[in-house]
């Protein structure tokens, strides 16, 4: 299994990020249905997106551009995850990972009809409803073996242990699926920059 997390937390991300990967070859249209201001564009690549990098901030700003064949990827720069809504009323399939700190939380997919989560068991097991489109890839993970000993520190920032091996199983559905998973040449692409307006408080 390709360690995509070291990729990632290479870059800056161990606090934190939201990947939102969509089956869609049409980049502009994926932007548009998670909320991105397309007049806010900013082609660059992620070194110069990472410099807006603050997880949960006020100002929600993504990343988005083609990923593999058909399919578009979304990283969450600043603010909270984009909403999927529109690409659940679009019918398209996506997949999104969410972590914060030193948790990460079940990933959440649509097939297109319905949405559904990954979720995850003690010690790294993540299980799908049957019949799961997530199903066939999950498979071939098989049970994650149990460590030895298992050891906590409240002071990490980014996901140990559990959280961390069912991250790294979710990067590994999304990868199996799209058929590609993050690596040097992943990271070094230039993609777009948006703000995505968040709703007034009422």
């Known amino acids: 299994m390709h ?3 070291e990729f990632l937390r290479g870059e800056g991300l161990g606090r934190g990020f939201t990947g939102t990967w969509v089956e869609s070859g049409d980049t502009n249209g994926v932007a548009a249905l998670l909320g991105a201001d397309l007049t806010s564009r900013q082609d660059c690549d992620l070194t110069t997106a990472m410099a807006h990098y603050r997880p949960m901030a006020f100002t929600e ?12 990827h979304a990283l969450t720069i600043s603010g909270p995850p984009p909403v999927t809504t529109g690409l659940e009323e679009a019918g398209l399939r996506f997949l999104q990972i969410r972590t914060l700190d030193s948790q990460v939380h079940d990933l959440l997919y649509g097939d297109g009809v319905t949405t559904g989560w ?27 073996e149990m460590p030895a000993a298992v050891r906590f520190k409240s002071w990490v920032s980014e996901p140990e242990h559990h959280g961390r091996i069912c991250l790294e199983i979710y ?8 058929d590609r998973f993050i690596d040097r040449e992943w990271l070094d692409e230039k993609r777009a920059l948006y703000t995505v307006p968040l709703p007034a408080v009422m």
Do not use: C, K, N
């Open 3 to 5: 360690d995509q997390w």
């Open 61 to 72: 700003r993504i990343w988005t551009g083609a990923h593999s064949d058909g399919w578009t």
């Open 118 to 144: 990954a979720t995850q068991r003690w010690y790294g097991e993540v299980i799908v409803d049957p019949g799961s489109m997530l199903e066939p890839y999950l498979q071939e993970v098989g049970r994650p």
């Open 171 to 178: 990067l590994f559905l999304v990868g199996r699926m799209s």
